[in-house]
């Protein structure tokens, strides 16, 4: 009998520990909607408390079970590279342009970190990565992984195709390509089963909540003149992002992200009105605050 007892309670406590593994990677939404770490994507890895667009950002997104995004240029000696901007001055320091900058004797000294703060100086995963650096932490588990080409330049297409080719890790279904018209067109040839996605801005003058939003039938006219992408990401705003917009996407046949959603509150909130997907600056920060909310209101209100 007391045998059986001590093999009740250590079946409890594996149940119990397999309840906190779930509860960690999933939650229940006020209303019922069931979601996980993999619909939120790390903003260029995660910008807000390490250096972005590093495979120390990146790294820390996969590690925490999230996906991530990421940008590509590429130098004047054919390496595709990661940044966002195409000045070079904020993220690394340099006065030059992405677009005309060598990779051999420049890029490959930056120290990404450093620019950052000291406390990520020196660092080898805070260097400027490579796109061979940034495939390989892929992992293949149905996480969808988002590369945008921001360089228009045909020449980085060739490139971009034969790195993936050299990462068996990096399934074509798990990627979502983000790309100038001519560039999408030829990675879609190559990766069939990839996806690409429609982003675009929902102020018709600035980039910050509090411009003049775009008609949502404007921001719809835009997917619907790009047939060939089936992912649709609008900046995110919590008030032009409703319910009925979301629906008209899927009506489509795509599916919804939205960017950049750092609040906890309103990630719940657009997640319940039935977004696919959100990119966070704070991906980690931002899952632990949706954490608290959902614990709070267990068994909370229905979906509007």
């Given amino acids: 009998m007391r045998t059986g007892r001590i093999g009740l309670g250590v079946a409890a406590c594996i149940l119990i520990a397999a309840g906190v593994a779930q509860a960690v990677d999933s939650?229940?939404?006020?209303?019922?909607?069931?979601?996980?770490?993999?619909?939120?994507?790390?903003?260029?890895?995660?910008?807000?408390?390490?250096?972005?667009?590093?495979?120390?950002?990146?790294?820390?997104?996969?590690?925490?079970?999230?996906?991530?995004?990421?940008?590509?240029?590429?130098?004047?000696?054919?390496?595709v590279y990661c940044v966002h901007d195409m000045s070079l001055k904020r993220v690394f320091g340099l006065p030059m342009l992405a677009t005309n900058v060598f990779w051999k004797g420049c890029l490959e000294n930056v120290d990404v970190g450093a620019v950052k703060g000291p406390a990520f100086a020196g660092r080898p995963d805070c260097r400027v990565p490579r796109i061979d650096d940034v495939l390989a932490i892929i992992p293949d588990d149905g996480?969808?992984?988002?590369?945008?080409?921001?360089?228009?330049?045909?020449?980085i297409v060739p490139l971009i195709k034969a790195a993936l080719r050299r990462h068996p890790n990096v399934k074509a279904r798990n990627i979502i390509f983000l790309a100038p018209w001519a560039a999408r067109r030829e990675l879609l040839k190559e990766f069939p089963e990839a996806t690409c996605q429609h982003c675009v801005n929902s102020y018709s003058d600035g980039w910050r909540?509090?411009?003049?939003?775009?008609?949502?039938?404007?921001?719809?006219?835009?997917?619907?003149?790009?047939?060939?992408?089936?992912?649709?990401?609008?900046?995110?705003?919590?008030?032009?992002?409703?319910?009925?917009?979301?629906?008209?996407?899927?009506?489509r046949g795509c599916t919804f992200f939205t960017w950049r959603v750092n609040d906890p509150a309103e990630a719940?909130?657009?997640?319940?009105?039935?977004?696919?997907?959100?990119?966070?600056?704070?991906?980690?920060?931002?899952?632990?605050?949706?954490?608290?909310?959902?614990?709070?209101?267990?068994?909370?209100s229905k979906d509007s």
């Fill in 143 to 155: 996480r969808k992984f988002t590369l945008e080409v921001k360089d228009r330049r045909p020449e």
């Fill in 27 to 79: 939650l229940t939404l006020p209303g019922g909607r069931r979601i996980d770490k993999t619909m939120i994507t790390g903003h260029r890895g995660g910008t807000m408390s390490v250096p972005e667009n590093t495979i120390m950002a990146l790294k820390r997104a996969v590690d925490g079970g999230f996906a991530f995004e990421c940008d590509f240029y590429m130098s004047n000696d054919g390496e």
């Fill in 209 to 251: 909540k509090g411009c003049t939003p775009i008609p949502v039938e404007r921001q719809l006219a835009h997917l619907d003149a790009n047939p060939d992408c089936r992912n649709f990401s609008p900046l995110f705003d919590i008030d032009i992002i409703t319910a009925d917009y979301i629906r008209e996407v899927h009506k």
């Fill in 268 to 300: 719940v909130e657009v997640f319940r009105r039935g977004a696919g997907g959100v990119c966070s600056d704070c991906p980690n920060e931002l899952w632990e605050g949706m954490e608290r909310i959902c614990a709070k209101n267990m068994g909370g």
